[in-house]
Nanobody
């Protein structure tokens, strides 16, 4: 299984960016896809996740600003980021959890950089 992120870049505070992740290869059945980020000099943190049935959850820091969605037919997951803040800066990773529990992410993309200026 390979996950390939795209859509990162630079934006000003208050702006928006949309990340995409293509899942290449078999990640069948119950599965969960998520977005994580790693700010500079900090540990990786979970941003949002969505299971195959569309149930999603978010980190408190991004609730009401970010929206995770998926296209099951295309095997893609997206992260719409609005109201961006400088603290949203970091490397964003797409991840896949074949168990579907959203707590066992085993497949990871290489990441896409997001930089937000004030």
């Amino acid at each position: 299984v390979q996950l390939v992120e795209s859509g990162g870049g630079s934006a000003q505070a208050g702006g928006s960016l949309r990340l995409s992740c293509a899942v290449l290869g078999p990640l069948y059945g119950s599965r969960c896809l998520g977005w994580f980020r790693q700010p500079p000099g900090k540990a990786r943190e979970r941003v949002a996740a969505i299971d195959r049935y569309g149930s999603s959850n978010y980190a408190d820091s991004v609730k009401d600003r970010f929206i995770i969605s998926q296209d099951i037919a295309k095997n893609e997951v997206y992260l719409e980021m609005n109201g961006l803040k400088p603290e949203d800066t970091g490397m964003y990773f797409c991840a896949g959890d074949p168990s579907g529990t959203c707590h066992n992410f085993r497949h990871w993309g290489r990441g896409t950089q997001v930089t937000i200026s004030s």
